[in-house]
């Protein structure tokens, strides 16, 4: 399985258009949280299925704050993170998910892609294709992929590099 997992698109898909041009085909688009109302705009550019949270800026949104899914073999919590106060740290994710026998976290929110390996849970936050908030500001992205066995691997990308 092929998953594109982004977040903070703020109502901008010029890049997101470019990935998802330049990277297909996807089996699944996670988005996590500030798409800014257009969820259905970018479930149609996505062309496959689309699993979206809520975000701070999804002012008045029917989305969820947060779902569990699973992929492949893993339980996964996905979030916008601001609840978290992940701008701080990640504990308090790393926290909830390990609560919920959640084998990855997914945020955003930071506008910074992460991916960090603990014991139990694998942390993962794309940054934003849209507002990159990291040094080189490079608008970011990042693919999951499963193996037969059900096994994930990711990989930070940044739009420069497509």
Same mark, same amino acid.
């Given at each position: @399985?092929?998953?594109? &997992?982004?977040?903070?698109? /703020?109502?901008? /898909?010029?890049?997101?258009?470019? *990935?998802?041009?330049?990277? =297909? =085909?996807?089996?699944? &688009?996670?988005?996590?949280?500030?798409?800014?109302?257009?969820?259905?705009?970018?479930? +149609?550019?996505?062309?496959?299925?689309?699993?979206? *949270?809520?975000?701070?800026?999804?002012?008045?949104?029917?989305?969820? =704050?947060?779902?569990?899914?699973? &992929?492949?073999?893993?339980?996964?919590?996905?979030? /916008?993170?601001?609840?978290?106060?992940?701008?701080?740290?990640?504990?308090?994710? %790393?926290?909830?998910?390990?609560? #919920?026998?959640?084998?990855?976290?997914?945020?955003? /929110?930071?506008?910074? =892609?992460?991916?960090?390996?603990?014991? %139990?849970?694998?942390?993962?936050?794309?940054?934003?294709?849209?507002?990159? #908030? +990291?040094?080189?500001?490079?608008?970011?992205?990042?693919? @999951?992929?499963?193996? +037969?066995?059900?096994?994930?691997?990711? +990989?930070?990308?940044?739009?420069?590099?497509?």
């Amino acid at each position: @399985m092929r998953v594109l &997992v982004i977040s903070d698109t /703020h109502g901008r /898909h010029g890049n997101l258009k470019k *990935v998802l041009k330049t990277e =297909p =085909p996807f089996d699944l &688009v996670i988005h996590l949280g500030d798409a800014e109302g257009t969820e259905e705009y970018i479930a +149609q550019m996505a062309d496959c299925p689309l699993e979206i *949270v809520s975000g701070n800026s999804d002012f008045f949104s029917a989305l969820c =704050p947060e779902k569990e899914i699973l &992929v492949g073999k893993y339980k996964i919590l996905i979030t /916008h993170g601001h609840y978290y106060n992940v701008n701080a740290g990640i504990e308090d994710i %790393k926290k909830e998910a390990e609560g #919920r026998d959640c084998g990855i976290v997914m945020f955003g /929110h930071t506008h910074r =892609p992460l991916l960090k390996y603990t014991k %139990k849970t694998i942390i993962v936050n794309p940054g934003s294709l849209s507002y990159p #908030r +990291q040094e080189g500001k490079e608008p970011s992205y990042i693919i @999951m992929e499963t193996d +037969q066995n059900g096994d994930a691997s990711f +990989q930070i990308r940044y739009l420069e590099e497509i």
